[in-house]
């Protein structure tokens, strides 16, 4: 400070004529260095608190308005956007991913690969959507409640592959019983789901928002759909499982099953070891909450609709990820169900929750 002092002190003769005595009295220094002072603090404080910019690559799609709609009503962040006419422009969709410290990309799987590969600086952060990087060893994957650690990784990570809504469900049951002990990495799984018809974008938006569509429809049949490489990697898996998701007449929201017999579970499990190993995992978790055990116990909580129905919306609009156990021991049988929301925890609200933490903000701010 002395030295900074000094020169300050220097400069003001050096710009002063000799007779101008008055520019060197202490009242005329002081006033200097405290003009100087602020000056600087002003440009640290410009910078420090700088809203980060964010561009939504394909903000025109079902994730993509999810994304925009979270982020808009924030003062902490600016959204950059494309003109409309120039959003297939390679140039300017360049420009704006290097100008952004965050993109994310809510494009089909070529096409993020294809703007991942336009980043030419070492600050971007790229939050990718799709399929295309969710098993990249290179990139980080963006489920924070994974481990102890993930969330640490995620907040020095640039680039974050966004988990698919069935498996975030899938893996959240799954990862902390392969970890326990509980559940073996040998074992052959299934694991059924329903979502709203939402999670198929505008075409599929599009038929179940007019007169003729199906009440409720599975599908994956060819037992080779796209999530399962994540489900067996991020679980700990040897196999992948038998995947069989549905979709049915309501927007938003899911139930992902898992089916269990006791015979495949380390000796002497029981529903009560399952659910302490899922609650000591996510203890103290922001968005994941694990429900009182048991139909009995989700009956007295009054999560079952008519006492009977885990109802797949109630968690539309958030990012919430609540996790159940239905057991019964007697029977050697139980179900471990997750419930979000598709586009929520499952889309949209994990790459807002995936954005905060790349960014060093509150994990929760928007959510």
């Known amino acids: 400070m002395k030295s900074y002092a000094l020169s300050v002190i220097l400069a003001a ?72 006419e120039l959003r297939k422009d390679v140039n300017e969709r360049k420009r704006l991913i290097n100008e952004a410290d965050c993109v994310i990309l809510c494009l089909p799987d070529d096409a993020s690969k294809e703007a991942a590969s336009m980043v030419e600086n070492d600050n971007t952060v790229v939050i990718d959507a799709s399929t295309a990087f969710r098993v990249d060893d290179d990139w980080t ?26 498996p975030t469900g899938f893996i959240a049951l799954v990862k902390p019983l392969v970890d326990a002990g509980i559940i073996p990495a040998d074992a052959p799984l299934t694991v059924n789901a329903v979502s709203g018809y939402s999670g198929g974008g505008n075409a599929l938006i599009g038929i179940y928002e007019s007169d003729d569509h199906e009440p409720w429809g599975a599908y994956g049949y060819s037992m080779n759909h796209k999530h399962l490489p994540e ?10 499982p038998i995947f069989q998701p549905a979709v049915a007449s309501f927007a938003q929201g899911m139930v992902v099953s898992v089916p269990l017999h006791y015979s495949i579970l380390k000796e002497g499990a029981t529903g009560k070891d399952v659910h302490d190993a899922l609650s000591k995992h996510y203890d103290g978790s922001t968005f994941v909450s694990v429900l009182p055990l048991g139909e009995s116990g989700a009956k007295e909580a009054g999560l079952l609709e008519r006492g009977a129905f885990l109802r797949p919306d109630t968690l539309a609009n958030t990012n919430n990820l609540e996790l159940f156990v239905f057991d019964n021991d007697d029977e050697g049988r139980m179900v471990l169900c997750a419930r979000l929301d598709n586009l929520g925890k499952g889309a949209s609200g994990a790459a807002v929750q995936n954005l905060n933490l790349s960014l060093g903000l509150d994990e929760a701010e928007g959510l």
């Open 13 to 84: 003769i050096a710009s002063s004529s000799t007779s101008d005595v008055a520019a060197f009295s202490p009242t005329s220094i002081n006033s200097r260095l405290q003009s100087s002072s602020s000056t600087s603090r002003a440009g640290s404080n410009q910078q420090l608190y700088a809203k980060k910019k964010i561009f939504i690559d394909g903000e025109a799609g079902t994730t993509g308005l999810q994304v925009r709609d979270r982020l808009a009503k924030r003062d902490d962040l600016e959204i950059i956007s494309i003109a409309d």
């Open 231 to 240: 489900m067996a990697k991020y679980t700990g898996l040897k196999y992948q």
């Open 141 to 166: 994957y963006g489920f924070p409640e994974l481990s102890s650690s993930q969330k640490d990784a995620l907040k020095s990570s640039k680039r974050i592959s966004n988990p698919g809504c069935y």
